[in-house]
Nanobody
Framework: QVHLVESGGGLVQAGGSLRLSCADS????????MAWFRQAPGKEREFVAA????????YYADSVKGRFTISRDNAKNTVYLQMNSLKPEDTAVYYC??????????????????WGQGTQVTVAS
């Protein structure tokens, strides 16, 4: 059963913007934190950004800090990733993920139990 559904990917020119959405079909409040990861061709999946559901605290990979913003709408049970000043190296499949357990760090992929199907982001130079 698919719980997380991403949307908003596409093709954009370098310097442009995209906003990804991830709708969680589970009961509101089911997740402790939600995150975005990405995987470029031939590379391992990597952490992009995360947010704790109760506090709203956000965390970012150094490579996207200052350009990407993660946010959530609790009423819609949806998390967003606003991506600005996109670069060709941001090209990847972006995955939404959710976890139900506490952790002091939120970047470990193996600690997320729920995953979306991914959405392609392509940044043309």
């Amino acid at each position: 059963q698919v719980h997380l559904v991403e949307s908003g990917g596409g093709l954009v020119q370098a310097g442009g913007s995209l906003r990804l959405s991830c709708a969680d079909s589970r009961r509101t409040g089911s997740s402790y934190a939600m995150a975005w990861f990405r995987q470029a061709p031939g590379k391992e999946r990597e952490f992009v950004a995360a947010t704790r559901s109760n506090s709203g605290t956000t965390y970012y990979a150094d490579s996207v800090k200052g350009r990407f913003t993660i946010s959530r709408d609790n009423a819609k049970n949806t998390v967003y990733l606003q991506m600005n000043s996109l670069k060709p190296e941001d090209t990847a499949v972006y995955y939404c993920a959710s976890r139900t357990s506490y952790s002091s760090t939120l970047y470990r992929m193996e600690e997320y139990a729920y995953w979306g199907q991914g959405t392609q982001v392509t940044v043309a130079s």
